[in-house]
Every structure is written in structure tokens, then in C-alpha cells.
């Protein structure tokens, strides 16, 4: 507190002193670098010592109002039309998935409607300025700290200071301030148009009855067909019908939505299909409030052209001035949390042509010391190079230091060629995950449905169309100039003139660049996991107003 007094004040002996006293004190230490009014009123000051002290314990939202003299942004008849727009702009938080009773506009009310004195509409004015701050900032980068999740959070949402919200705020038109800290994306847009179809499918009771079958296919007829039906029609895949029967309109209807689905488009209601056509209506309002959050993360420029690596779509696209311009499947990681894809940004800054692989401690660890003990011919058939302090060992050292419980300390190393586990390119782009993208031998695996199958890395099914496309306006002849390289089969590096931000992210609700909205499955049960901080933030699925 002596920082804020004037230097000729002594506090003297510890004691208890009036707020009204602190607050004057603390006007009368500013009063040189902020210029007030030569005569204030009583009811004036007592408004201004009342908002020194409310904002004491907040050094910037203190140095805001310093800076203006303590004088109001929301109390006083000039400052209506920032309080409408606040008001009106907090009556939309649960449309955005954001908590209702926090962020609630009769709050506001009743906390500017019970300060009569003018001490209590300075106490009352630096709230509301904190609940502003709070809402911006919620708006802005959400509500929940993607770091807290877990190690696989790499994502720092975008925070602003509170003094610099305040400043803008007071610099803007209020109500275009307040629509600008949205995601400005037609993603964005997109997602909040399906939480309000999904709110209006549960006000009428959802979907239907579930459909009772393991499987229906083309010519099934019964109450599960009937079922399906029903169900297809109000998800709004299937016109209204009254048919019976497992027929052409209902096959198309199944496929549009298996592709909306991630699922393999052949008309045939399986397991999976319908496992997805019996989620209710309110489990994918979570989904949808879970992703609005997560876009919130990424309230940020991407990058005029940036790579988007979406998880549980097991696909990446490259986007340029927002069209997309290249995509290709991926494999990544495995559900077992040590195995799983991290989300996270950062810059491809190149790619290595005919790259070695240097075996991760952890798959040297928990894989390849097991084989080594236990089928050593299968261990020497992977090609690897091993290597101690001391230079190469051999199988058999490594075996004789097993048996005697000692854990060698190793490297391995997988030289270029066509069985190197990185196949003939990666992209690097450093991160502490040590995750990048790159080629594979194991072509079966992008013929799947479910392709996480990966130690955490992304493997791509275009690998060298990828690479032509990176190297495009750098090299004459990017297809000639890649397999020049390619074919000395010496390790190269090559850098990308222009780097290109990665954003690899998990969105399981997302914009097709078909323009309509696709779910996917939550395969490493992230889901449930914001949807429970989200609760306790105090988000809920009451309906919304009117």
C-alpha cells in the first residue's frame, strides 16, 4: 500500500482505517498525475474515493480509472449505451455456451439497481467493470485453460490485460467492440446455427425413439426400419415419409450421413452407423457447446495459408486466403494417453527428403528392449542401428544386460531407405511434443475408417504431393526438384522459403468444406473431459430464452 500514498504520508502503527479514508488518500497521492476537477461535489468524491478503493486490489483495472480520474464508464446518464450493449451482449452468453448465471444481464441489473448511495455506485461501477473484463475475456478465448487439461494441451487461449479491454472498450463503438471478440469465423457462425437447430430438436423431444437392430440394410422392413426413418427425418437427412421399408430414399439418407459422420458412405446401417443415429439430440448440443470452447482456443489469426491437422477427422488441409487448397488423410496417435497426438501450433519450417528415424526413448524403452530379449531375429529384421557411449553394441550385449536387470543406455537409429518408418519425407515444424508429420510404408492403414494407430507423430497418405505442393514458388520444378534429391538417398534437408503455421486440433463438430456441419467420434474421450470443466464453470444445456 505505500506505493499508492503519497511519500509524506506515514501509515504509522498498524490499524484498521475507513475505506473512505484509503480512497482519498489514494485520490490525493495521484492528484499530481491525473488531472480532476478543481471543486468536486461530496456526492462526486464520494463516488470517486469509492471507486480508488473497490479497484485497489486490481493494479491494472486501478491504473485504469487512475488514468481517467475514477470517473465512471457504466453509472452515469452519458454511460447508457456502453451498459445496453454489455446488457444485450450478456443475454446471448448461453448461446455460446457460456455460463448463464456468471455471466447473467439481471445480475448487472441488480448490482447497479442496489447501489443508492454514491459510494455504492463506485463499489457497484468497478464490479461491473471485473464481470466486463471476465465476459470480454470468456468471449474472447473461453472460459476454461486447455493447459489444465493435460499434458496433450499445448494451447494457450488469447487473453487480454483488463486495463487494455477497458481502454478499447472506452475507444469503440460498444456494441461492435463487443461482436468483434467473437471467433469472426463462418465456422464459428456455423456451429452457433447448430446449437440453435439442436436447442430447437430438444424443445420439440429430440429425435425419436432409438433404433432397436445390430444392422439394417437395403430392403429391411419392421418398427427398427420405421425407426430409422423417423430418426433420419427429424435430423433433417430424410424428407417426411411414411414409408416402411428400407428403401433408395432411406439408403441415400444413411449415406449423407455416414459422410457427415466420418463413417464409410456404403448405405448400410451397421453397428457404427447406428450407434451414431441413437445419440439423443442433447449429447450433441455437449458436443457443439465442447467445440464452440475449443474454437475460443483458437481466437487468433491462423495464418493467411496455414496447415489445419483436425484429430478426430484423421485429416489434415492446408488453407490459403480461407480456400482449401490441399488435404490428404492421417494416421495419428493411438488412444492410450502416452500415444495420443498432442494439440498444440507451430511453424513448418522444412522438410527433411530420405530422413533417418531416431527411435524415440520411450518406443526404445517399452518396445524394442522386449523384443530384443524375447525374439531377437525379429528385432534384427527392423534395420536399425544400434549405438552406445562407447559405439556400436550388438544383440547379444544388449540381451546379457537384460538378464542381469540393468537397462542399457541406447539410441537407435533407422537409416533412409524404403522400409524407414518415416517412408521418404517428414515435415518438421519444433515442438516440445516432438510430433511432425511424415511418409509411412504402412500403406493399409489409411484404407480404414479409424486410423489412430501412430506413437503421437501424423502420418500422411500424399506424402511427395505434399512435399511438390510446400515447394511450389520456390523451386521451377518442384516434382523434378524433390526426386533429384530423393534419388541420392542422402539425408537432406530442405527449408521452406515461406514457413507455414500448423494448428493440429481436435475438433470433433466442425464445417465441412462441403458447408455442412460434420460430427466425428471423440476417440481419446476428449470430449467428456471439457464438457466436465465446462460444468463446472457452470455451463448447463438449459434451454435458451424465448
Known amino acids: 500500500m505505500s506505493r499508492v500514498f503519497s511519500p509524506a504520508f506515514s501509515p504509522g502503527p498498524p ?33 470517486r474515493e469509492a471507486v480508488a478503493a473497490s479497484s485497489a486490489a486490481d493494479r491494472e483495472i486501478a491504473a485504469f480509472y487512475r488514468k481517467h480520474g475514477y470517473q465512471g464508464i457504466w453509472t452515469g446518464a452519458d454511460d447508457r449505451r456502453r451498459l445496453q450493449a454489455f446488457l444485450a451482449a450478456l443475454e446471448a452468453a448461453p448461446l455460446h455456451g457460456l455460463p448463464a448465471d456468471r455471466f447473467s444481464p439481471d445480475r448487472v441489473k441488480a448490482l447497479l ?141 444413411v449415406r449423407r450421413f455416414q459422410l457427415d459422420h ?74 492410450r494417453e502416452d500415444l495420443q497426438t498432442a494439440e498444440f501450433s507451430d511453424e513448418m519450417t522444412h522438410m527433411v527428403i530420405n530422413p533417418s528415424w531416431y527411435v524415440p526413448p520411450s518406443i526404445i524403452e517399452k518396445e524394442y528392449l522386449p523384443m530384443i530379449a524375447a525374439n531377437p531375429e525379429k528385432f534384427a529384421s527392423q534395420g536399425l542401428e544400434v549405438t552406445s557411449s562407447r559405439g556400436p553394441i550388438g544383440i547379444d550385449a544388449i540381451r546379457d544386460a537384460l538378464s542381469q536387470g540393468k537397462v542399457p543406455n541406447i539410441s537407435m537409429r533407422q537409416p533412409p531407405g524404403p522400409r524407414n518408418a518415416l517412408g ?3 515435415f518438421l515444424f519444433p515442438n516440445r511434443f ?61 527449408y521452406l522459403k515461406r514457413p507455414v503455421p500448423v494448428h493440429i486440433v481436435y475438433h470433433t463438430v466442425f464445417l465441412g468444406t462441403d458447408g455442412r456441419i460434420h460430427y466425428r467420434r471423440d476417440i481419446y474421450r476428449r470430449d467428456a473431459r471439457v464438457w466436465q470443466e465446462l460444468e463446472k464453470k457452470g455451463v448447463t444445456l438449459a434451454p435458451l430464452r424465448g
Open 262 to 335: 466420418g463413417l464409410t458412405a456404403d448405405g448400410v446401417a451397421g453397428r457404427s452407423t447406428i450407434a451414431l443415429v441413437n445419440r439423443p439430440a442433447e449429447a450433441r448440443l455437449k458436443q457443439v457447446l465442447v467445440n464452440l470452447e475449443r474454437r475460443r482456443w483458437l481466437n487468433r489469426p491462423l495464418g493467411r495459408r496455414h496447415i489445419l491437422v483436425n484429430i478426430p477427422d484423421f485429416r489434415f488441409t492446408v488453407f490459403e486466403d480461407g480456400e482449401a487448397r490441399f488435404t490428404s488423410k492421417v494416421v495419428v496417435g493411438q488412444p
Open 434 to 494: 516432438n510430433i511432425y508429420m511424415h511418409d509411412t510404408p504402412a500403406r493399409s492403414l489409411f484404407s480404414r475408417e479409424v486410423r489412430a494407430y501412430s506413437h503421437g507423430c501424423v502420418r500422411v497418405n500424399r506424402p511427395l504431393e505434399f512435399a511438390y505442393f510446400l515447394l511450389e514458388g520456390q523451386a521451377a520444378d518442384p516434382v523434378r526438384y524433390f526426386r533429384s534429391i530423393r534419388e541420392t538417398g542422402k539425408e537432406t534437408e530442405v
Open 113 to 253: 439497481r442496489a447501489a443508492r448511495s454514491e459510494s455504492g455506485k463506485g463499489a457497484a461501477e468497478v464490479a461491473t467493470s471485473r464481470l466486463f473484463v471476465a465476459y470480454v475475456n470468456a468471449l474472447h478465448g473461453g472460459i476454461v485453460d486447455p493447459r489444465s487439461l493435460g499434458k496433450q494441451y499445448g494451447r494457450t487461449p488469447p487473453r487480454y490485460a483488463p486495463g487494455a479491454i477497458l481502454e478499447a472498450f472506452l475507444q469503440s463503438t460498444p456494441r461492435a467492440f463487443l461482436a468483434a471478440q467473437l471467433p469472426r469465423t463462418a465456422e464459428y457462425a456455423a456451429l452457433l446455427k447448430e446449437r440453435r437447430r439442436l436447442e430447437g430438436v430438444i424443445r420439440r423431444g429430440g429425435f425419436g425413439p432409438k433404433v432397436q437392430a445390430r444392422k439394417l440394410e437395403p430392403g429391411d422392413e419392421g418398427p427398427a426400419v420405421i425407426a430409422l426413418r423417423n430418426r433420419l427425418i427429424r435430423m433433417g437427412y430424410l424428407p417426411a415419409t411414411a414409408t416402411r421399408r428400407y428403401d433408395r430414399r432411406i439408403e441415400k439418407a
Open 424 to 426: 521418404q519425407v517428414k
Open 15 to 47: 490499524r484498521m482505517r475507513p475505506v473512505c479514508r484509503v480512497a482519498a488518500l489514494v485520490l490525493i497521492g495521484v492528484a499530481a498525475l491525473v488531472p480532476l476537477p478543481r471543486t468536486l461535489s461530496a456526492e462526486s468524491l464520494a463516488f
